[in-house]
């Protein structure tokens, strides 16, 4: 698939929980290649949207495109991981009593038995990849260190350093910067867009520093349906989103 081809194609997507329309005819077109910052006010359908394209959730109407052939809605959460969909969720699960470069021997493992890939000889091509993770994510000089005694911080790039060992062609990232220092969060901006250079990424976030600092388009949800999508400037000065902001 070449820059310019569509990556993933929401057309009409509705969901509804109890008879509440949490997605309403949802569409949404993500380019090969693009970073998309998806905001909006608490109970807009951002965590639905996700859902919907990982599978955990599947639409009463709508279709969810990967690629040009690929209907997600009829696949299994296991069968989109795989086409290369990783998703990132606010709350870090990385695997505590473990080194920060265990934590990506295992990412890398997907699968086999973690005792037997802790214990296994690393291969030169695991050790490379790992350093290349490392050095992406600023882990390097923890590298020895165990996952629990990682900053916050730390840890959700460690997390995002294990989707990236499973190098996903599209990533999805659930507000990243919650709980981080000012530092942090301009530093995980910084690492998006290294990782936007090689993936296509969709990042859900409150905080709209770290939006601009992405300087990407922005899709702002309401309602379960797009409100306006633009430019963070031209967005933050609709009328319609202020309301929606200031209305809360
Ligand atoms: P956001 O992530 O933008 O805050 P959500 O996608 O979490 O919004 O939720 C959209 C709406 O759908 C909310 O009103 C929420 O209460 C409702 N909702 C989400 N998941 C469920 C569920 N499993 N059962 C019932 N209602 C739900």
């Known amino acids: 698939?070449?820059?310019?081809?569509?990556?993933?194609?929401?057309?009409?997507?509705?969901?509804?929980?109890?008879?509440?329309?949490?997605?309403?005819?949802?569409?949404?077109?993500?380019?090969?290649?693009?970073?998309?910052?998806?905001?909006?006010?608490?109970?807009?359908?951002?965590?639905?949207?996700?859902?919907?394209?990982?599978?955990?959730?599947?639409?009463?109407?709508?279709?969810?495109?990967?690629?040009?052939?690929?209907?997600?809605?009829?696949?299994?959460?296991?069968?989109?991981?795989?086409?290369?969909?990783?998703?990132?969720?606010?709350?870090?699960?990385?695997?505590?009593?473990?080194?920060?470069?265990?934590?990506?021997?295992?990412?890398?493992?997907?699968?086999?038995?973690?005792?037997f890939t802790l214990f296994a000889r690393q291969t030169a091509d695991e050790k490379r990849r790992i350093e290349q993770i490392l050095e992406t994510t600023r882990l390097t000089d923890v590298r020895h260190r165990a996952a629990a005694d990682l900053s916050h911080g730390q840890k959700q790039w460690l997390e995002i350093g294990m989707l990236l060992a499973q190098e996903p062609q599209l990533l999805l990232v659930d507000?990243?910067?919650?709980?981080?220092?000012?530092?942090?969060?301009?530093?995980?901006?910084?690492l998006l867009r290294e990782i936007n250079r090689t993936r296509s990424v969709v990042v859900v976030e409150h905080d709209m520093a770290f939006v601009r600092a992405l300087d990407v388009k922005v899709t702002v949800l309401n309602e379960g349906s797009v409100l306006a999508e633009g430019p963070i400037d031209l967005v933050s000065d609709d009328p319609k989103v202020i309301e929606v902001y200031l209305g809360r």
């Open 1 to 115: 698939m070449s820059e310019g081809d569509t990556l993933l194609y929401l057309d009409g997507v509705t969901v509804t929980f109890d008879g509440f329309r949490a997605l309403n005819a949802l569409s949404l077109v993500l380019e090969q290649g693009e970073m998309r910052a998806v905001i909006g006010p608490n109970g807009a359908g951002k965590t639905t949207m996700m859902d919907v394209i990982t599978g955990k959730t599947r639409p009463d109407t709508g279709k969810v495109m990967f690629g040009k052939d690929t209907d997600l809605t009829r696949l299994d959460e296991p069968a989109i991981a795989s086409l290369g969909i990783g998703r990132k969720f606010q709350k870090p699960t990385v695997f505590e009593p473990h080194t920060v470069w265990d934590n990506l021997l295992l990412a890398l493992a997907g699968d086999r038995a973690p005792r």
């Open 175 to 190: 507000e990243p910067v919650a709980g981080m220092t000012d530092a942090e969060t301009e530093q995980t901006a910084v």
